[in-house]
Nanobody
């Protein structure tokens, strides 16, 4: 399994920006599909964004399109989630996930999860 560690979550005002990072273990990170999910209090965990191993394919939930950007730096074994124009409804624990199958499947099928980082957006 892949070890994933998220960072960057904090309290921010509505309209602000945050960048979340997810550092991954493993020598073949460049072959992992990566994704971000979030879980708000009392709600299910839902997908937010995903990126293929090549970076050529991305996915965004409708609720974040145009505001969030997923990217990856394979040299640093890290995937990022740039979040702009944050809204109170973006408040959640954000989780990083990996599809370490090294296949080209899409959508991704995640097999590893991080512990999450809290993002709180105040109005």
């Amino acid at each position: 399994q892949v070890q994933l560690v998220e960072s960057g979550g904090r309290l921010v005002q509505a309209g602000g920006s945050l960048r979340l990072s997810c550092a991954a273990s493993g020598r073949t990170f460049s072959r992992y599909g990566m994704g971000w999910f979030r879980q708000a209090p009392g709600k299910e965990r839902v997908p937010v964004a995903a990126i293929s191993w090549s970076g050529l394919r991305t996915y965004y939930a409708d609720s974040v399109k145009g505001r969030f950007t997923i990217s990856r730096d394979n040299a640093k074994n890290t995937v990022y989630l740039q979040m702009n124009s944050l809204k109170p409804e973006d408040t959640a624990v954000y989780y990083c996930a990996a599809d370490s199958s090294a296949s080209s499947r899409w959508p991704l099928n995640y097999d590893s999860w991080g512990q999450g980082t809290q993002v709180t957006v105040s109005s």
